[in-house]
Nanobody, 124 residues
């Protein structure tokens, strides 16, 4: 069974940093386009970043460009989201997702596998 297992969320003050991890279990990691989305209370799920290691392209949402960085460790089947200069508006549940598309894509319906989500709370 394929699973995406996230970790690394927590509470941080504005201006601080967090690193989220998403480990892919039960399948070949390298074939997937990996993305991160987030959902704040009362809001729709929002695209954060996606990266295709097949074509080397990465796409960031404007709201996180320059502050967030996606990376991966193939040996550990894990993708990371380094989040710097966090702001209260970054508060949300963060989800990693995997897609068979070449990508990158910001469309949530293009992703077929989703993690359970990890809470990120940024205090002012």
């Amino acid at each position: 069974q394929v699973q995406l297992i996230e970790s690394g969320g927590g509470l941080v003050q504005a201006g601080g940093s967090l690193r989220l991890s998403c480990t892919v279990a039960g399948t070949t990691f390298s074939r997937y386009l990996m993305g991160w989305f987030r959902q704040a209370p009362g809001k729709e799920r929002e695209f954060v970043v996606a990266s295709s290691w097949l074509n080397g392209r990465t796409y960031y949402a404007d709201s996180v460009q320059g502050r967030f960085t996606i990376s991966r460790d193939n040996a550990k089947n894990t993708v990371f989201l380094q989040m710097n200069t966090l702001q209260p508006e970054d508060t949300a549940v963060y989800y990693c997702a995997a897609s068979y598309k070449l990508g990158p894509t910001a469309v949530a319906s293009d992703y077929t596998l989703w993690g359970q989500g990890t809470q990120v709370t940024v205090s002012s």
